[in-house]
């Protein structure tokens, strides 16, 4: 990666904002002293088709979070890895050969350096993550609400809220939800696929404040939320 802009240059709320330029991988993987790890590839010279230049191949990196505070728009880069050897290693494990090992373990240990230097010039915090950070009743849970999130329901506004006051007793009270939907679909004729995807969309909207580190069951009763998610994680996506 070459010089260039700072990545929220032209975001419609980073007018008035002074951003530092990135000065590149390549520029900061010579400063460091690992500029023969940069990745390259070879092209098709402009002086004839018998002749190739090596150039520059850029770094691909995992997730670069554009968020909003009260200061205004920041970003959040965050790498994920199976776990933090990872940031050493990367598929070096795998190889048999001690000096192929060896030259892989340089290769993710500039890789991540140059990352991180990149961003913090432009005054961009890394977050290193691994599988080990997240909870896994808690990744369960969202990845299976995510699945329902977009299906679309035919209930009107006040419809939901009936539904949703429903839910939101059941919950108090220690009922089922699968109870709830019983009865709601018995009384209002009112599908069962209906109602389970307005329960669902309603957690994920955190209309419905249930427990996310505890398995959701249709058979047994929702727990309560005790610990918000968004506090719980928070610290991730924080400006610095």
């Not at 850029?58 to 200061?71: H, S, T, V």
């Not at 965050?78 to 892989?104: N, W």
């Not at 699945?147 to 679309?152: D, M, V």
């Not at 419809?159 to 018995?186: E, M, Y």
């Amino acid at each position: 990666m070459l010089p260039q802009s700072h990545p929220l240059s032209g975001h419609p709320k980073a007018q008035s904002l002074i951003l530092p330029h990135m000065r590149g991988t390549v520029e900061i993987a010579e400063s460091l002293g690992v500029l023969p790890l940069h990745p390259t590839i070879r092209v098709p010279a402009q002086n004839g088709p018998r002749h190739v230049d090596t150039v520059p191949f850029p770094w691909i990196g995992d997730f670069l979070l554009f968020l909003e505070d009260a200061q205004g728009p920041y970003c959040v880069n965050i790498t994920v890895k199976g776990h933090a050897g990872e940031f050493e290693e990367s598929d070096a494990g795998a190889m048999k050969d001690s000096a192929q090992r060896r030259q892989a373990k340089e290769k993710a240990f500039a890789r991540h350096a140059v990352e991180e230097v990149l961003y913090a010039d432009a005054g961009i915090r890394t977050m290193r993550l691994t599988q080990a950070d997240f909870d896994p009743t808690l990744i369960a849970n969202l990845t299976h609400l995510c699945l329902w999130h977009h299906r679309k329901t035919t209930f009107s506004a006040a419809q939901q809220q009936t539904i949703l006051d429903n839910f939101r007793a059941a919950l108090g009270q220690g009922i089922p939800p699968l109870n709830v939907i019983g009865l709601l679909a018995a009384r209002f004729h009112w599908t069962v696929y209906a109602l389970k995807t307005a329960l669902f969309q309603a957690i994920w909207r955190r209309d419905l404040r249930v427990d996310l580190f505890s398995p959701i069951f249709l058979d047994r009763p929702l727990l309560p939320e005790t610990r918000d998610v968004l506090a719980v994680y928070g610290a991730w996506f924080r400006r610095n």
